[in-house]
């Protein structure tokens, strides 16, 4: 039997604030709080936040990609995330797939198309 994912975690400095900021950006809510780790419970997968003494030091390694939904579109989702704090990093595109890079308030990037 093949692995299947449960969870995406993130190594981070303050796990309970960058826990709350991605329940709302995901409209998910905080399912588990162990203090130094924090779970969101997230379709289709949960995001796990853990504390860790030392900074992010240059780009991500590992990524989430997001899809905004039909009604909202890429636009509109990437201008929410802006207004909850998220940033834009960069914008690509190629023939049949556009997306924006944004980076959470910690600085984490994920990409939404």
């Known amino acids: 039997m093949p692995l299947s994912a449960a969870m995406i975690t993130v190594d981070c400095a303050e796990p309970h604030e960058l826990a709350q900021w991605w329940a709302t950006a995901l409209g998910g809510e905080i399912a588990q ?57 960069a914008e690509h595109s190629v023939p049949g797939l556009t997306w924006t890079v944004l980076q959470d308030p910690a600085g984490n990037e994920f990409c939404v198309r």
């Open 33 to 89: 709080d162990y203090g130094d780790f924090v779970i969101v419970a997230a379709e289709p997968l949960a995001l796990g936040f853990q504390r860790v003494a030392e900074a992010r030091q240059g780009k991500n390694r590992v990524h989430v990609d997001f899809t905004a939904a039909p009604d909202t579109g890429m636009g509109g989702e990437v201008q929410r995330l802006v207004a909850l704090g998220a940033s834009v990093v």
